[in-house]
Nanobody, 122 residues
Framework: QVQLVESGGGLVQAGGSLRLSCAAS????????MGWFRQAPGKERDFVAA????????YYADSAKGRFTISRDNAKNTVYLQMNSLKPEDTANYYC???????????????WGQGTHVTVSS
């Protein structure tokens, strides 16, 4: 088992930045690929970004490329999502997730945090 706790959400104006954090506990953090997903009201949970176990391989949704950066600190058991140039359409609940191998499908992830809400005002 691994427990995930997100933080860092909030209200920001369009064009602003936020950094989300996800702290993990339980099983060895470095053994997991970590992903970030988001879900707006009435919509499915969409892939945002993922990072490999060692932090070298990184994957992004088209909507995140060039604006968001995923990173991890295995010594601190934490994964981050730096979000810049935020847009109103980025408003959603953001979730971190963990699984053994990379996937961009929410259905494949075994472990989830409770989410942190991001609101981007226009």
């Amino acid at each position: 088992q691994v427990q995930l706790v997100e933080s860092g959400g909030g209200l920001v104006q369009a064009g602003g930045s936020l950094r989300l954090s996800c702290a993990a506990s339980g099983r060895t953090f470095s053994g997991f690929v970590m992903g970030w997903f988001r879900q707006a009201p009435g919509k499915e949970r969409d892939f945002v970004a993922a990072i490999g176990r060692g932090g070298v391989s990184r994957y992004y949704a088209d909507s995140a490329k060039g604006r968001f950066t995923i990173s991890r600190d295995n010594a601190k058991n934490t994964v981050y999502l730096q979000m810049n140039s935020l847009k109103p359409e980025d408003t959603a609940n953001y979730y971190c997730a963990a699984r053994t191998y990379y996937s961009n499908s929410a259905y494949d992830y075994n472990y989830w945090g409770q989410g942190t809400h991001v609101t981007v005002s226009s």
